[in-house]
């Protein structure tokens, strides 16, 4: 194992961490890299790994909020399978999933999605949306390359799953009463889908969860 000058885990084809083996890398992403693995069974499942030197810990944000969406029998969240530290990273192992509907979108005629599928996805981005506020959490950085289909092979191509918690913030206490918001705030979320608060420093609300799911929806009909 490796852990390039940027911070992310490099994890070659055939490692074997704990009882998971290393098919091929998925992605990666400014906190953490993503890879498909498999278990003894020959199940296939994604891992997230992220260095235990990481200056600003995502993971066990991640793993709290998948937890607790889990808890509540969310439709929307991938199914958290194990957890775990190995060498000198943390991990989380979830559901093997589709592609986002970012790359989904390119293959559209005029490389967006007509406006029946449109709106299909939109009502259950929305839904997945309202599954994490009801938790407690914001996203803070809705956008479609945070939600992804299903696959083929497990029969739920046509379902949507919302991912990447690692921005997420809790708006209410233990109680479930709604904490103060902050007077100002650092930008959070992708320039392009960041509600206005965000670009004011202002602090994020579930509004702005629903706005940046706004501009997602226009994007994805919008051959932009």
């Known amino acids: 194992m490796t852990e390039a000058s940027s911070g992310l885990i490099q994890l070659p084809r055939g490692k074997v961490i704990d009882k998971y083996t290393v098919v091929q890398k998925l992605g990666e992403g400014a906190f953490g890299a993503v890879y498909k693995v ?3 069974n020959g199940k296939l499942y994604a ?15 991640e793993l709290l909020v998948m937890q607790r969406l889990q808890a509540r029998n969310a439709v929307h969240m991938p199914d958290l399978i194990d957890k775990g530290s190995f060498e000198n990273f943390n991990y989380i192992v979830m559901k093997l999933l589709g592609k986002s509907l970012q790359e989904a979108k ?13 709106m ?13 506020h009801w938790a407690g959490f ?17 029969g739920d191509l046509r379902k949507l799953y919302i991912l990447d918690f690692g921005m997420c913030r809790k708006f209410v206490d233990n109680n479930n009463v709604m904490l103060q918001p902050r007077k100002k705030a650092p930008f959070r979320g992708t320039p392009r889908y960041a509600p206005i608060s965000s670009h004011m420093a202002k602090e994020h609300s579930r509004k702005d969860d629903v706005e940046s799911w706004q501009v997602d929806s226009f994007f994805r009909t919008a051959s932009l």
């Not at 891992?47 to 944000?61: F, G």
């Not at 390119?106 to 029946?116: A, C, E, I, R, V």
């Not at 914001?138 to 939600?147: A, E, S, T, Y």
């Open 106 to 118: 390119k293959t559209g005629p005029d490389l967006h999605l007509s406006l029946g599928p449109a």
């Open 138 to 154: 914001l996203h803070r950085d809705v956008k479609p390359g945070n939600f992804v289909v299903g696959r083929a092979e497990d």
């Open 47 to 61: 891992l997230k790994a992220e260095s235990v030197n990481e200056k600003v810990p995502l993971l066990r944000l």
């Open 120 to 132: 299909g996805c939109a009502i259950q981005c929305l839904e997945a949306i309202e599954e994490l």
């Open 38 to 40: 498999e278990d003894p």
